[in-house]
C-alpha cells in the first residue's frame, strides 16, 4: 500500500474507532428520570447555542469564501470549506457526544470511581480520535487526490494554496469557537457563582439557580466543542505547513518528495492508533491515582508512538543514513549571500539530512509533548509548590492569593520556554528548518491522546453538576469532583501543547512566507533583518495582538457575566417560589441570554487577528513601501508568537494553578471550605477562569490565523498584480 | 561659548535650583513636636535602609569594577564609577529631601491644600532636577575632558567605551534600586496592610501599627530614591547613547561631529531650565483641580522647550536646511548589499539629513511626551472608563474587580505602542536610526520636569501619614489625599514614559550592538534576519526575562510581606498595651526586618539580566558557532524590549488604575468606604500594588542593562581576542 493511502486507511481507522465508542458510551445506562431531565436541559442548551453560533461563522464563512473565490480560484475555496466545515464537525460530534456521556458518567460514578473514569475518558477518546481521525483525512484526502487523480507534482502550486486554504478554514473556525464557546463558559460560570454562591448563598450547582444550566452548556461548548476546533485547527495547520514546507524548500526527484511529504501523514496515522491502544490503558491502579491512570494512557502512547514512527521511517525510507536532499535552511532574498556563512563554524548548514536526522527530530518532538504535560501538570498539580504557594498565600487574604497566582502565572512560562528553544536549536542542527518542522508534526501526531486528556473533564464537571442537581448521594459527588480535579491539569495542558506546537511551528510558517514571498514578488527586496525598524514596528504590533485579544476576552466576560446576574436576580425577585424551591427557574432564559451575549461578543476580537496583518501591509506600504510593507508583516507573525506565547502559558497555567489551589484548600487544607482562605481562593479561581478558559487559549488560533492570513494576503497579492 | 560649556553650564543651574529650593523646603515650618518625631523615625529609618543598600550594592559595584579595570581599562572603570555614584547621589539627595519635605508638607496642609501642594512640588522638583542636572554634567564632563583636555576626536573609540561605561555604571545601580526600593516599599505596605487593615481591624497609617513607620520610609526609598536612580540611568543611557550612535554612524568632518554630538546635550540644558521656569507655575486655579495645577506647569515645560530647543538648533547649526552628513541607516554585516533597496520605493533611505529634520524629531519626541502623559492619565484617572470600570465591577466582588483590572491592564498597551510604532515611522523616515535616537533624547531632556510630577507623590502620600498618627484635624488628611490620588497618576506617568523612552532607545542601543560588532568582529558574519531561527531562539529568551524577572519580584514582595506580617503579629503578641495605645510599638525592628527582605531578595533577580546576555552567548557560541551566539544576543536585545514594554506598561498602568479605583470608591461611589465594593477595591489595590511599584517599574532598568552588558560583552571579548 503507498504511504498515503496507508495513512487514509488509518484516519478511517479513527472515525470508526469514535462509531463504535460511541455506541457503548450510548449504550451505557443514562441515570433516573431527574437526571436525564437534567441532560436533556443541557443538551438542548448546547445544541441552541451551537447552532447559533454556527450560524454566525457561517455568515462570515460565506464572505470569505466569495472573497476567496473571487481572488484564488476554485481550489483554495473547496479547501477552505473543507477545514471550516470539518472543524465544525469535530466540534459537534465531540459535543453531542459529551451531553451524553455527562449523565451516563454520573450514573457509572454511583456504583464506582473506574466505572466513571472510563465512561468520562472514553467520552473523551471519542473527541480525540476525531479530532486527529479528521484532520488527518482532509490533507491525506487532499493531498491524495491532488497528487493522484489530478496528477499534479507533490510540490505544485496548487497543493501549497490548497494545504493553506485548508489551514485559513479551519483557523477561522477555531477561533470563533474558542472565543465564543470561551465567554460562553465563562460568563456562565462566573455569573452563577456570583449571584448564586456570593448574593443568595446557594451551593454550586443548585438547581434553583436559574445559570446552572447555561453553566453546563458552558462546559461542553467551550470546553468541548471550542477546544476540538482548537486543536483541528492547531493539527491541520502543523502537518498542512510541514508538508508545504517539504514542498517549498526540499530540492528533490519527485518520488523522493512524495515520500517526504507523506511521511508526516502516516506519521499522524500511526500515532492515532498508538493513542487508541493507550486508551485501553487508562485504569486506576492500586493506589487509585486518577492521574495516574491517565498518565498510564498518555505513557503507553508515547512508547508505542516512538516504535511506530521508527517503522514508519523503515517501510518509507530505504536506507535510512542517506542524503535525502538539498533542503533546509530558507534563504529569504536578502541574506542569500551570506546564510551559509552565517550558520558559524560549529553549526550544520542545514542543507543536507538524513531520514534518521528526521527520526531524532520527531523524538524531540515526543520528548517535548511529554516535557510541556510534566511541566503543566507541576504548575497546576495539587502536589507541587506552585499550586501550595497559592493556597498558603490564601491564608493571608484575597489580595496575597491574587499576587501570589500572579507571580505563579509569570514563572510559570520560563521552563516551556527553554524546552521550546532547546528543541528549536537541537531540530535545527539536526535537519534545519525541515526537522523543526517534523519535531512540530510529531508534536501533533499525539493530538488524539492529548484532546481525550482534555475532553474528559467537562464530562466530569458536568457529571458532577447533574449529580448535585438530581440530589443523587454526596459518594458520587465525591467521584466526580475527584475526577474533575484531575481534569483542570489535563485542560492546561492541552493548552500549553497547543500554544507550545504554535511555537515551534512559527520558524515553519515564518518560512512559508519569506518562500512565498520570494516566488510571488522576486524583485521586492524585502530587508528581514533586526536593524530595520520596520522589523521593530512589526514585532511591536505583532506582540500588541495578544495583548489587545487578551483584553477584549476578559471585558466580553465580565459583560456577558454581568448580564447573567441582572438575569438571574430577575429571575428570583419576579418568581420567590425558586428560593423556596417550589417553583422551577427558566434555564432557557438564562442560555439564551448567554449564547446572545457570547456571540455578539466574540466577533470583534476574532476580527482582529484576520484585518491587523492586512491594515499592516497597506498601511506601512502607504508609507514606506511595498518592500517595508512585506517586512513588518513578516515581523508581526513572530511578534505575535513571542508575545503570545508568553500570554497564552501564563493564562493557562496560572488560572489552572488558581483553580485547584481553590480545590487544594477545599480538600481540607488551610482551614478548608467556608474558611477565610477558601474565601479568597475562589476569588482567585474566579479570576483564573476567563484568564484559563477564555483568553489564554484563544491566543493559539490567533497566532495562527494571523499568520495564515498573510499567506493568503501575499497569494491574492499576487494573483491581482 | 561653545555648546558643551553651555551645557555643562545650565547642568550646573540644575544643582544650583537644588541647593536653593532644598533651602526654601527646608526653612519652611516643621510642625509640632510630634509630627517631627515621626518624620525622625521615618528618615532614620529611610537612611538606614539606603545606607544598607549601597552597601550591598557596592559590593556587587566594586566587583564589576575590578572585572572592568581588568578587561576594559582605567578609562571605563572610572566612567562607570562616575555613573554609579552620580545615580547613587540622585536617589540619596532626592530622599533626603523627600523625608524632610514630608513634615513640612502635613504642616503647610493645614493652612491650604495650595501651601501643601507648592511644599510637596517643591521638594519633588529638586529630585528632578537633580537627576536631568547630574546626569547632564556626567556625560557632558566626560564628553567636554575627552574632546578637550584629552585631545581625543569626538567619535573616538574611548569617547564611545567611556559613555558606555557611565551608562553602565548607571543602569547597574538603578536595577539595585528600584527592585530593591521596590520590594521594601511594597513589602511594608502589603504587609501593613494585611495585618493592620484586615487582621487588627486598625485604619492605614494607624500609629498602633509597628509597620506604619516602615510603610512610610518605604514611599522614599522606593517611590523617590529608587524611581530617581532609575530615570538618572535612564536619562544617561538614551542621551550617552544618542551620541554614541552620532559618533558611530555619522560621517562628517570632527567639526561637524562635534557639534553634532553636543546639541543632545544643550537640549538637554535648555529642557532643565524650560522645567525649571515650569515649575513656577504649578498654582491651583479657581476650580482647585491639583492635575490642572501639575498640567500647567507640565504644558509651560513642554511650550518653552519647544522654542528653547529651536534656539539651540539656530545657535548650533549655521543652516538648518544643510545635509548634515552620510549617516543614518545602520548596516550590519549581513545586509550591506540590500539596505538601500530595502527601504523600498517611497521611503527615504535615511541616509542623509538636515538639522531642520533633527528638529523635528525632537518636535515628535516631545508629542510623544505628551501624548504618554494623555494616555496614562486616561487609564490611570479616576475622570475616565478605565478606573470607573473597575470600580463598577467591584460592586460584583473580588473577582470582578480583578477581573476587569487585569482587563485594563493589558488594554492600557495597546495605545502607548502605537503612539511608540507611529513615532518610530516618522523619525526614522526623517533621518533614520539618529531620528530614533534624537526624538528619545527630546523624550528625555523632560525628565526634570516629570520626575517632579512623580517625586511629588511619596512626600504627599507621608504627609498624609504623619497628618494620621499626629492625629491633625481631617480637614488636613483630607487635603493630604486629594493630592495623593493625583500622585497615583503622576507616578504611573512616570513608569510609562521611562519604558516608552526604552522602546525608542531599543533600536537605537540594537544599533551600536551590530556597529560595534562590525568593528570589533569584522571577519564573523552574523545573521539578524528573522528567517536565522538563532534569531527567534534570541527574541523568545529575551521575551522570557521580564515574565521570569516580574514573578521573582511579586513573590519577593510576597515573602518580605510575610516576615512582616509575622513580626506585627509577634508585637502585638508580646505586647498587649500597643493595641491599647499605652505602649509604643517598635517600629525600627520592623524597618529592620523589612530592610533585610527587601536586600536579601533583589540580589538574584537583578543579576538576572546581567548573566542572561553572557550564558546565552557562550552557550550558543558553543553550540552552533560564535555568529550565532552573536545573533542571538542581538536577537535577545530586542525579545526583552518586545516583551518588556508591554509587560511594563501592563503593570504600571492596571496597578494605577486599581489603586485610584479604590480611592474613587472612597470618595463615596458604588457604597463608599466600607462598603462591600469597597473590600473589592482593597483587593485590587494590594494586587496592584507590586504590580506597578516593584516588578513593573523595574523592567526598564533591567532592559538596559541587558542591553548594556551586550555592548560591554564585545568590548570585552574583542579586547581578549
Not at 40 to 57: F, V
Not at 90 to 116: D, K, P, W, Y
Not at 327 to 345: I, M, R, S, V
Not at 378 to 400: C, D, L, W
Request: charged share 15%; proline share 3%.
Amino acid at each position: 500500500m503507498d504511504l498515503i493511502t496507508f495513512a487514509i486507511v488509518l484516519g478511517l481507522v479513527a472515525v470508526l474507532y469514535g462509531i463504535i465508542t460511541s455506541r457503548q458510551v450510548l449504550g451505557a445506562p443514562a441515570g433516573n428520570e431527574k437526571m436525564q431531565d437534567i441532560a436533556a436541559a443541557i443538551q438542548e442548551g448546547a445544541k441552541a447555542y451551537l447552532g447559533r453560533q454556527y450560524t454566525a461563522i457561517a455568515i462570515v464563512g460565506v464572505l470569505v469564501a466569495v472573497v476567496l473565490f473571487l481572488t484564488l480560484g476554485t481550489l483554495s475555496t473547496v479547501a477552505f470549506l473543507i477545514g471550516a466545515i470539518l472543524s465544525g464537525v469535530a466540534g459537534f460530534v465531540g459535543m453531542n457526544i459529551s451531553v451524553r456521556a455527562n449523565v451516563r458518567t454520573a450514573e457509572a460514578a454511583r456504583t464506582s470511581l473506574q466505572g466513571g473514569l472510563t465512561l468520562a475518558f472514553r467520552s473523551g477518546a471519542i473527541t480525540g480520535m476525531l479530532v486527529a481521525g479528521l484532520g488527518l483525512l482532509s490533507i491525506a484526502g487532499i493531498f491524495w487526490y491532488l497528487t493522484g487523480p489530478a496528477g499534479l507534482a507533490p510540490n505544485a502550486r496548487p497543493i501549497v494554496d490548497a494545504l493553506t486554504a485548508l489551514a485559513f478554514g479551519a483557523s477561522l473556525i477555531s477561533i470563533f469557537a474558542r472565543l465564543g464557546g470561551g465567554i460562553f463558559t465563562k460568563a456562565a460560570d462566573v455569573g452563577a457563582d456570583l449571584v448564586g454562591k456570593v448574593e443568595a448563598g446557594i451551593p454550586e450547582d443548585d438547581p434553583r439557580n436559574p445559570a446552572v444550566i447555561a453553566d453546563n452548556v458552558g462546559d461542553n461548548v467551550g470546553d468541548c466543542a471550542g477546544m476540538a476546533a482548537d486543536l483541528f485547527e492547531t493539527y491541520v495547520v502543523t502537518i498542512g505547513l510541514t508538508m508545504v514546507s517539504i514542498a517549498l524548500l526540499v530540492k528533490a526527484p519527485t518520488a523522493d518528495l512524495l515520500t517526504l511529504m507523506s511521511v508526516p501523514l502516516l506519521v499522524g496515522g500511526v500515532c492515532i492508533v498508538a493513542s487508541i491502544i493507550g486508551t485501553y490503558f487508562v485504569r486506576l491502579g492500586s493506589k487509585a491515582s486518577i492521574m495516574g491512570a491517565l498518565y498510564k494512557g498518555f505513557w503507553v502512547t508515547v512508547i508505542l508512538s516512538v516504535f511506530f514512527i521508527y517503522g514508519v521511517f523503515q517501510y518509507a525510507f530505504q536506507d535510512l543514513n542517506a542524503v535525502i536532499g538539498g533542503a533546509g535552511f530558507l534563504q529569504p532574498a536578502t541574506d542569500t549571500l551570506t546564510t551559509e556563512a552565517a550558520l558559524g563554524t560549529a553549526a550544520r548548514d542545514g542543507a543536507e539530512f538524513t531520514a534518521l536526522d528526521l527520526f531524532w527530530c520527531m523524538m524531540i518532538g515526543l520528548a517535548v509533548t511529554g516535557l510541556l504535560v510534566w511541566i503543566t501538570e507541576y504548575y497546576t498539580g495539587t502536589n507541587f509548590r506552585p499550586v501550595r504557594s497559592i493556597a498558603k498565600a490564601s491564608e493571608t487574604g484575597h489580595g496575597t492569593n491574587v499576587i501570589q497566582g500572579l507571580a505563579i502565572s509569570l514563572e510559570s512560562t520560563a521552563l516551556p520556554t527553554l524546552v521550546i528553544v532547546v528543541a528549536v536549536v537541537a531540530t535545527y542542527q539536526l535537519a534545519g528548518i525541515i526537522g523543526v518542522a517534523f519535531a512540530a508534526t510529531a508534536l501533533l501526531a499525539l493530538a488524539g491522546m492529548v484532546v481525550a486528556l482534555d475532553a474528559y473533564g467537562p464530562v466530569t464537571d458536568n457529571a458532577g453538576g447533574i449529580a448535585e442537581m438530581a440530589g443523587l448521594d454526596d459518594s458520587v459527588r465525591e467521584r466526580t469532583d475527584a475526577l474533575d480535579a484531575v481534569g483542570n491539569t489535563t485542560k492546561a495542558v492541552t493548552k500549553g501543547y497547543a500554544i507550545g506546537s504554535a511555537a515551534l511551528a512559527a520558524l515553519v510558517l515564518f518560512g512559508a512566507y519569506t518562500t512565498d514571498l520570494k516566488e510571488f514578488f522576486p524583485d521586492v527586496v524585502v530587508d528581514f533583518s533586526l536593524s530595520n525598524p520596520f522589523v521593530i514596528v512589526g514585532l511591536l504590533l505583532g506582540a500588541l495582538l495578544p495583548y489587545l485579544f487578551g483584553a477584549f476576552g476578559m471585558t466580553a466576560v465580565g459583560r456577558a457575566a454581568g448580564s447573567v446576574v441582572e438575569d438571574v436576580r430577575e429571575q428570583f425577585r419576579s418568581n420567590p417560589g425558586i428560593m423556596e424551591g417550589t417553583s422551577r427557574p427558566n434555564y432557557a432564559r438564562t442560555v439564551d441570554i448567554v449564547t446572545r451575549a457570547a456571540i455578539k461578543e466574540m466577533i470583534i476580537p476574532s476580527l482582529l487577528p484576520v484585518l491587523s496583518p492586512i491594515a499592516v501591509y497597506f498601511i506601512i506600504t502607504a508609507v514606506a513601501g511595498q518592500g517595508q510593507g512585506f517586512a513588518s508583516l513578516g515581523a508581526m507573525l513572530l511578534g505575535v508568537i513571542v508575545s503570545g506565547l508568553f500570554v497564552a502559558i501564563s493564562m493557562t497555567s496560572g488560572g489552572g494553578a488558581w483553580d485547584n489551589a481553590k480545590k487544594y484548600i477545599e480538600d481540607g487544607h488551610h482551614g478548608g471550605k467556608g474558611s477565610e482562605a477558601h474565601k479568597a481562593a475562589v476569588t482567585g479561581d474566579t479570576v483564573g477562569d476567563p484568564y484559563k478558559d477564555t483568553a489564554g487559549p484563544a491566543v493559539n488560533p490567533m497566532i495562527k490565523i494571523t499568520n495564515i492570513v498573510a499567506l493568503l494576503l501575499l497569494a491574492v497579492l499576487a494573483s491581482q498584480g
